[in-house]
């Protein structure tokens, strides 16, 4: 079975304060993605990687940055946390070959409050 | 337009009956397409994909796929009250790593 796994299931932080979110997963999947989900707001995907020290911007990425140093390591950066990124934090990842190509596995998330 | 869309419900069955649950796509070159099923205060699990026309079964779910009207459904047969969730529609577009997520349909199965 695919396994994503994130550092934290709730998470407070004041205004203002550097926040790291991690993300791991053990299937050797070649992409990997974070989104943040919002009542009304669905799925909104903030950047993406399809290979280490890769990385695309997706639909919001303003606020944040991202790493990845390690094929399977993908680490959200919330530079100055602000109330507006007060919300449910998801990684995801997915092969690029194969039968089970581009399904994404997604960990449990984090909830994060800025406070 | 939203690129995927979905009726965000909620959808209301009775125990034992079926649950057909749509999703429309504005983009025609979309190659793949996804279902996750996502409980209150959990993250989304996948429950099936489909990639060509036509039906695609897996227990009591059925992922029905057609292209040409830019359309892809989930039924769920014997609904059951465990299958109360939201139903997450996602649909990757050719030459693309990534999915986009439709706002998903709510379905709640009365016991």
């Known amino acids: 079975d695919v396994k994503v796994t994130q550092s934290s299931r709730y998470l407070v932080k004041r205004t203002g304060e550097k926040v790291f979110l991690e993300c791991v997963q053990d299937m050797d999947h070649e992409n990997m993605f974070w989104y943040r989900q919002d009542p009304g707001l669905g799925l909104r995907l903030i950047y993406f990687?399809?290979?280490?020290?890769?990385?695309e911007k997706g639909d919001i990425p303003e606020g944040y940055s991202v790493s990845r140093e390690k094929k399977e390591r993908f680490s959200l950066i919330l530079e100055s946390a602000s109330t507006n990124q007060t919300s449910m934090y998801l990684c995801?990842?997915?092969?690029?070959?194969?039968?089970?190509?581009?399904?994404?596995?997604f960990g449990p998330g984090t909830r994060l409050t800025v406070t | 337009q939203k690129e995927v869309e979905q009726n965000s419900g909620p959808l209301s069955v009775p125990e034992g009956a079926i649950a057909s649950l749509n999703c429309t796509y504005s983009?025609?070159?979309?190659?793949?397409f996804f279902w996750y099923r996502q409980y209150s205060g959990k993250s989304p699990e996948l429950i099936m994909s489909i990639y060509s026309n036509g039906d695609k079964e897996d227990g009591r779910f059925t992922a029905q796929l057609n292209k040409a009207s830019q359309y892809v459904s989930l039924l769920i047969r014997d609904s059951q009250p465990s299958d109360s969730a939201t139903y997450l529609c996602?649909?990757?577009?050719?030459?693309?790593?990534?999915?986009?997520f439709g706002t998903g349909t709510k379905l709640q199965v009365i016991p």
């Open positions: 995801a990842s997915s092969s690029a070959w194969g039968r089970q190509t581009y399904e994404q596995y």
């Open positions: 983009d025609r070159g979309s190659q793949s």
């Open positions: 996602a649909v990757r577009s050719g030459g693309y790593q990534k999915v986009t």
């Open positions: 990687s399809y290979d280490v020290k890769m990385k």
